[in-house]
């Protein structure tokens, strides 16, 4: 009864830029954190950047200064912008809310289907 589905992915040269959004919907009680995490072959999904209801972020050191995450909690919605994107970058990009539902006292992780970013050298 909760769906977060996601936009914005897609090919870029490297040096561009590219904005995901996720909107998440349903019976949602409260979202603690929104985040993105994104995948490569072969290798353990990793955490892109997060956002806490109160606005306090967190970054993994690759991507301090190049993207920047931000969250409408009226609309249960995250973005994350891209700058300055690197072939490395490329990867499936998932959004992750750590909520709890209507009716629950428990805090659960959802993550939406996942958006392939491409940066081409």
């Known amino acids: 009864q909760v769906q977060l589905v996601e936009s914005g992915g897609g090919l870029v040269q490297a040096g561009g830029s590219l904005r995901l959004s996720c909107a998440a919907s349903g019976s949602i009680f409260t979202i603690n954190i929104m985040g993105w995490y994104r995948q490569t072959p072969g290798k353990q999904r990793e955490l892109v950047a997060t956002?806490?209801?109160?606005?306090?972020?967190n970054y993994a050191d690759s991507v301090k200064g190049r993207f920047s995450i931000s969250r409408d909690n009226a609309k249960n919605t995250v973005s994350l912008q891209m700058n300055s994107l690197k072939p490395e970058d490329t990867a499936v990009y998932y959004c992750?809310?750590?909520?709890?539902?209507?009716?629950?006292?428990?805090?659960?992780?959802?993550w939406g289907q996942g958006t392939q970013v491409t940066v081409s050298s």
């Open positions: 992750n809310s750590r909520l709890i539902r209507i009716g629950s006292f428990r805090v659960d992780d959802y």
């Open positions: 956002i806490t209801s109160g606005g306090v972020t």
